[in-house]
């Protein structure tokens, strides 16, 4: 047997950020070396991507996840005990063929995650590095790029606004640990003006402000007083990011927006965010238009993408062969890469790769159930990517992954180099 030969799978019922049941795994190899990975969760989800297996019934709201723990235990195990622990490729094939269906819903795209990212950890424990120089291998590394939210809406707030995420790019920063302060002048700013305006709801799913805004333009008013209010400028030094997810409250072509109660077809809906392109500072949205209106997406990249990223999530859900599909009809010029979303890290880097091809922005992401876990942070550098989306400057789920970039930038030292605006269309490289 190897010395990096799988001996052994452990996995167990932990706690994420919602409060609800997610899957560790533990796997060991035979030299002793060890990795731990975790399943997120989604509350926007794309209906094309991996599907967790959850239990059902009315106890712990349907969410647990002893199913999921018993096909690791009973189903994957015995299959990839034994197995080279280096070979990701070959043990993530394994566990797809194992599950045998299109969206993993078998054994559940949370059990086939865990154990993928276990397995990749363990491997890197192998080889004594830490996981982004394993990833890395010989390659340079860049620390990219982050979005951070400040309001949280859509499912990540009973759906008080209708945009889910309105974030802040620090793109006047030079590092990660300037990029991060701004975001946090930025983060207090916002708390003040909430504040004095009666306005602060609650904390949102990500972290960021549950906002009490009566329309959602006056959500984008605050971002932008809170950015100036902490001494910044909106066009040069911290720019606004969108998550729209459109998907969430439009199908068909037809969009409901329940905070302003009113209903646009497709043009309309492309028309209002192309009306806050030419009126806010925003450098990139998110899945503008529903993962299910190609035609809208196609009109919007066409008349936004050359000044904006337009990034595909639920259109997308990280899947090299719709990314290839999307890069040919120019429908999105950026791609949100999350590890649950395709099951696999072998289907993730996969879309990451075809997004690289085709000159498209990277932005790996977490999800709005989250863990300590910081497993992502070390695929963002490793992989390259240029942007990292995982929520708010508040929640420990949250911090524990920026804190992580701030150490991997410190541990690169005089190597370290920070992605900046590089990639993101109209302000970086790609424009």
């Not at 990975?37 to 794309?46: F, I, N």
């Not at 549950?210 to 400028?233: K, M, Y």
């Not at 965010?273 to 190609?294: F, N, V």
């Not at 099951?343 to 879309?351: H, K, L, S």
Request: hydrophobic share 45%; glycine share 12%.
């Amino acid at each position: 047997m190897p010395d990096t030969a799988i001996t052994q799978i452990r996995a167990r019922r932990i706690w994420d950020s919602r409060g609800r049941p997610t899957v560790e795994v533990d796997v060991t190899l035979a030299d002793g070396s060890t990795g731990r990975g975790v399943a997120p969760a989604g509350a926007s989800r794309g209906s094309r991507e991996a599907l967790d297996l959850r239990d059902g019934g009315e106890r712990l709201g349907g969410f647990g996840v002893v199913k999921a723990l018993r096909a690791i235990e009973t189903e994957i195990a015995p299959v990839l005990i034994g197995r080279d622990g280096t070979d990701q490729a070959g043990i993530d094939a394994a566990m797809i063929a194992l599950d045998g269906t299109t969206l993993k819903s078998r054994l559940g795209g949370n059990a086939l995650v865990a154990v993928s990212l276990a397995v990749l950890h363990a491997a890197a424990a192998s080889a004594g590095k830490p996981l982004w120089q394993y990833l890395a291998g010989d390659g340079p590394v860049s620390l990219p790029m982050p979005e951070i939210q400040i309001f949280g809406g859509g499912a990540h707030a009973g759906r008080r606004i209708d945009i889910q995420d309105l974030m802040v790019m620090p793109i006047g920063a030079k590092s990660v640990a300037e990029a991060l302060e701004m975001t946090a002048e930025i983060y207090l700013s916002a708390g003040r003006i909430m504040q004095s305006r009666g306005l602060i709801a609650g904390v949102a799913d990500e972290g960021g402000y549950w906002p009490a805004f009566s329309t959602n333009e006056e959500a984008l008013d605050t971002l932008v007083a809170a950015i100036e209010g902490a001494g910044f400028d909106p066009a040069t030094e911290a720019a606004i990011s969108l998550d729209i997810a459109a998907s969430e409250f439009g199908s068909n072509g037809h969009y409901r927006l329940g905070l302003e109660k009113r209903e646009l077809d497709s043009d309309a809906m492309c028309d209002l965010l192309l009306d806050w392109c030419a009126r806010y500072p925003i450098a990139s949205i998110e899945d503008p238009l529903a993962e299910d209106d190609r035609a809208g997406l196609i009109r919007f990249t066409a008349a936004a993408g050359g000044k904006v990223q337009v990034i595909g999530d639920d259109y997308l859900v990280t899947s090299a062969e719709k990314v290839e599909r999307a890069a040919a009809d120019n429908a999105v010029n950026a791609v949100l890469l999350k590890v649950n979303q395709a099951g696999t890290i072998t289907e993730t880097r996969a879309a990451l790769q075809a997004a690289q091809r085709h000159g498209f922005g990277t932005v790996v992401s977490a999800r709005s159930g989250e863990t300590e876990d910081v497993a992502i942070a070390h695929l963002a550098v490793g992989w390259n990517a240029q942007q990292f989306k995982v929520g708010s400057f508040a929640r420990s789920e949250r911090t524990a992954k920026w804190n992580e970039l701030l150490r991997i930038e410190e541990a690169l030292g005089a190597n370290a180099h920070f992605a900046g605006t590089a990639g993101i269309r109209g302000i970086g490289k790609a424009s």
